[in-house]
């Protein structure tokens, strides 16, 4: 899948504030000419969403707000058709691009209104709407929940 570049490329602005994502790979735009930095203020200039939901770990739904995947892969002029995520304890798995076309997923940086911090899952949780799509409800779409989520490399 292709995204169209809303920017021109290498014309991602570098991070003022902390890093909480690196993207690379097939990537038109970015910060250094090879990743793409974003600290918390630029992925909140994205746009963000809120998705209601419970998570594989439990019943009860939260609301989570961050940007769209779909948006943030837009936003870097993404070429692929899957993203290998990357947490900070080392979880790394592959996700189709797919999954962030057909449903609102979302890189989360809050839970019920607080910032995500790394106790709590953070600073970055990717959420599928779960409550929203019954298929989302599997061990297949769980093991994509990543928390602590670092770096997204675009395939």
Do not use: C
């Amino acid at each position: 899948m292709l995204f169209g570049s809303q920017t021109r490329a290498n014309s991602l602005p570098p991070p003022n504030g902390e890093v909480l994502l690196k993207v690379s790979g097939r990537i038109e735009n970015t910060s250094d000419g090879e990743h793409a930095y974003f600290d918390r203020a630029m992925l909140e200039s994205i746009g963000l969403w809120n998705v209601n939901t419970s998570t594989p770990w439990s019943n009860a739904p939260n609301r989570f707000e961050g940007v769209l995947a779909r948006d943030l892969l837009r936003a870097v002029g993404a070429k692929g058709d899957r993203v290998t995520a990357k947490a900070l304890n080392d979880y790394v798995i592959d996700i189709p691009i797919a999954d962030f076309l057909k449903y609102p997923v979302i890189l989360a940086i809050k839970k019920d209104d607080n910032y995500l911090k790394i106790r709590d899952k953070g600073p970055i949780q990717i959420v599928y709407p779960r409550d929203s799509y019954a298929e989302l409800n599997s061990p297949r779409y769980s093991q994509k929940w990543v928390w602590h989520l670092s770096e997204l490399i675009v395939k």
